[in-house]
């Protein structure tokens, strides 16, 4: 079979992505995450989809959740295959197993559909192999990186694969738990599994002999424990009546609950259609907490009120009588000041003819005499006049005093202490009575609002009557919550949910006929009392029944199962003895057949591989792996070989192993890194005798992280 291309229309990271193959050596490289892995678990998938089994938790190894595409779509594709000499294409859409998957087989020439047998997979009907030797020859022909491998473990693998053409798989394993399978039954030294069976039947056997003997006292107690069965189940007839009885009662009961529960459905009920009426339908809540709201001001304000003062009836002057005190008090003081006005004038003349007088003598009033007489003269006309004007001045004063004095008794004082007392407790009322009217008013405002707003309701005329019908709503409102509560809890209590009295109503008339009152009395306690006796003898001859011994009819059961597992697991013993012999013959035919035939092909390749130096490949007695070099007369043990050695001798057994598996036709070689554990010279002489083996016919498909020199006409880069 060839691999001719392979088309991805969705598969991990590619998309709408193909690639052709030759018929001979092929070489793959990228950089790493470019995508050759990806390719081939793609090929391995579209030949043994259950190779990405859903079941595995391990991403790394479910291959179906680990390449889902990266865009979200379904994984699907195309495989060209060549086989004998005819060209088929492989359509696959992968579903989550390999039995729901839609598989297309064409035949490309002839457009013909093949039909799979059922449960085949597509590289089983093509390679004749199934998937664990896909895996362990074509597919798994690669070094495997022994990097971070104990060397005890790689020595495992590749004695394995040269003895059995399975790496997983040991002779010397099995052949161990053959034996250790077979000591676990029979063993050397102490009691094995079969040796302690066949012991227990024989304890079993005597067991049953001895039970016989007390059968006779057994079938007694059988016969009375019957008897007694009998009496009980009569007991628990009556016993059913009377739960029957109490259950009835339970109805009746529950039938008075539902009833109780209606009537206070209806108390709520008509609580609701009395405040509804009351309050013409408006919410109960919105017309409580407005009228609490308005109640609340009023009262506020009613206190602000009471709290203020209006000031007592007392003796007080206006602010016009104020201005008329003050008139007359000015008419008074401007009536004195005139009068002193001229006195002083006259004193003033007087006073300066005295002065004169003295400074200057008698000369000087001869001079002055008649000057000084014309004075004189004139003073005394001036005197006169002073004195008129005076007495007028003292008049009009008179009369002041005797207005302002009559004005003062008018206001009722008879003093202007007094007056003005009166004026000060005038302006302090004034202002206790305008602090007053405003907390009256706004008081005026919210008693108008509280029985405006009550008065939609109701017909009231004052706060009181608004208050009252406030109340009375507050109250039945109060009423209605509680039998809500009460209802509430009553049904919670008593496991009810239905609200509605006429159902409560319905289902109490229902309980009523289904459990009508009863005129038979069942002493229930009397009953239970009997039927404890009659099971506590019974458990007392169950008791020495099971004192008398084993049943005898359990013995033999178990004497029965015990000498069945005795067959068993003679019949395993025996197998294992077979399975150990059958063993021995195939490890025989193994190492006279199979295993030197591989170890001759996989010597001949290494030898190549090594250009010589390495000749031989065997594995010992022991199950050791040795290699035999040209510079060394015998085999040199597995520890003795640098990795890169190994790496070369586990390449060379898996390619002999896949042409013993292909000896009908050649198959392709798959191989991904194989290079890594080599050094220049080892990857020299593997590339030759890889290019040397495909010129030979057989198809090879190398993917590697870099371009190998020298076979730049048979590399393909990945992007």
């Not at 009588?321 to 000041?337: A, G, N, R």
């Not at 305008?434 to 004052?462: H, P, Q």
């Not at 594995?619 to 070369?648: C, F, H, P």
């Not at 036709?665 to 040397?692: C, G, H, S, W």
């Amino acid at each position: 079979m060839r691999i001719k291309r392979v088309e991805i229309a969705s598969f991990g990271k590619f998309k709408n992505f193909s690639m052709d193959f030759e018929s001979g050596f092929n070489i793959v490289f990228g950089k790493n995450e470019d995508g050759k892995s990806t390719i081939m678990a793609f090929i391995l998938l579209m030949l043994y989809g259950n190779a990405g089994k859903s079941s595995q938790k391990d991403l790394t190894q479910n291959l179906r959740k680990k390449y889902l595409p990266w865009t979200g779509e379904k994984m699907a594709g195309d495989l060209e295959i060549e086989h004998k000499g005819r060209i088929y294409r492989i359509h696959k859409e992968f579903r989550s197993t390999s039995k729901t998957d839609l598989v297309t087989v064409t035949d490309i020439e002839t457009g013909e559909k093949i039909s799979l047998p059922p449960d085949t997979e597509v590289g089983k009907y093509f390679l004749g192999i199934d998937l664990s030797g896909f895996e362990k020859s074509i597919f798994s022909a690669t070094s495997k990186s022994f990097a971070g491998e104990e060397s005890g473990d790689i020595s495992v693998r590749l004695s394995n694969l040269s003895q059995t053409g399975d790496e997983s798989t040991s002779p010397k394993e099995a052949k161990e738990r053959i034996e250790s399978a077979m000591d676990d039954l029979v063993k050397k030294r102490a009691k094995g599994r079969l040796t302690l069976a066949q012991e227990a039947s024989r304890t079993l056997a005597e067991e049953i002999e001895q039970a016989e003997t007390r059968e006779v006292r057994r079938n007694e107690l059988k016969a009375e424990y019957k008897k007694i069965e009998e009496e009980l189940g009569l007991l628990l007839e009556k016993a059913q009546k009377g739960r029957e009885s109490l259950k009835n009662q339970e109805k009746r009961t529950r039938a008075k609950i539902y009833e109780a529960l209606a009537r206070l459905s209806d108390a709520v009920k008509i609580k609701g259609q009395e405040l509804e009426i009351l309050l013409k339908g408006d919410s109960v809540d919105a017309f409580l907490a407005q009228g609490e709201k308005l109640r609340e001001d009023y009262d506020i304000s009613l206190r602000k009120l009471k709290e203020t003062d209006r000031g007592e009836e007392v003796k007080t002057v206006s602010e016009e009588d104020m201005k008329e005190y003050f008139i007359l008090k000015e008419e008074i003081i401007q009536s004195e000041e005139k009068k002193g006005v001229w006195k002083a004038v006259l004193a003033g003349i007087f006073g300066i003819l005295s002065i004169a007088a003295a400074v200057f003598g008698k000369g000087l009033l001869k001079a002055l005499f008649i000057p000084a007489l014309a004075v004189f003269v004139s003073s005394a006309i001036f005197f006169l006049i002073i004195f008129l004007k005076d007495k007028k001045v003292g008049q009009k004063k008179a009369k002041a005093e005797k207005d302002f004095e009559e004005f003062l008794k008018s206001k009722g004082c008879t003093e202007e202490a007094e007056f003005e007392k009166a004026y000060r407790k005038g302006i302090e009322l004034s202002a206790k009575r305008e602090i007053y009217d405003r907390a009256k008013k706004d008081f005026d405002e919210k008693e108008k609002s509280f029985i405006l707003y009550i008065g939609k309701y109701e017909s009231v005329s004052n706060a009181h009557e608004a208050r009252t019908f406030l109340e009375k709503i507050n109250e039945k409102n109060a009423e209605k919550i509680r039998l809500e509560k009460e209802a509430k809890t009553y049904g919670e209590n008593y496991g009810v949910s239905e609200e509605d009295s006429g159902k409560l109503i319905s289902l109490a008339e229902k309980l009523r006929e289904e459990a009508p009152e009863e005129t038979e009395t069942i002493d229930a306690e009397a009953i239970e009392m009997a039927i404890r006796e009659k099971n506590e003898r019974l458990l007392e001859i169950k008791g020495q029944l099971g004192a008398e011994g084993a049943n005898i009819e359990t013995l033999k059961k178990e004497l029965a199962q015990n000498l069945e597992k005795e067959k068993e697991m003679r019949a395993y013993y025996e197998s294992l003895s077979l399975a150990a012999e059958v063993l021995a013959e195939a490890e025989d035919e193994m190492r006279r057949f199979f295993a030197p035939k591989l170890n001759e092909r996989a010597s001949e390749i290494l030898s190549e591989l090594t250009d010589g130096k390495y000749q031989k490949l065997s594995t010992d007695k022991e199950y050791e792996v040795e290699i035999k070099s040209e510079d060394t007369a015998g085999y040199r043990n597995w520890q003795y070989l640098s990795r890169g050695t190994m790496a070369q001798s586990y390449l060379a057994l898996r390619i002999a192993l896949c042409e013993m598996l292909s000896e009908e036709e050649q198959i392709p070689l798959l191989l991904d890194d194989v290079l890594n554990e080599y050094d220049e010279i080892r990857e020299e002489k593997t590339m030759a005798f890889l290019d040397n083996y495909a010129k030979a016919g057989h198809q090879i498909i190398l993917f590697g992280c870099r371009h190998i020199r020298g076979y730049e006409g048979k590399a393909k880069r990945l992007f």
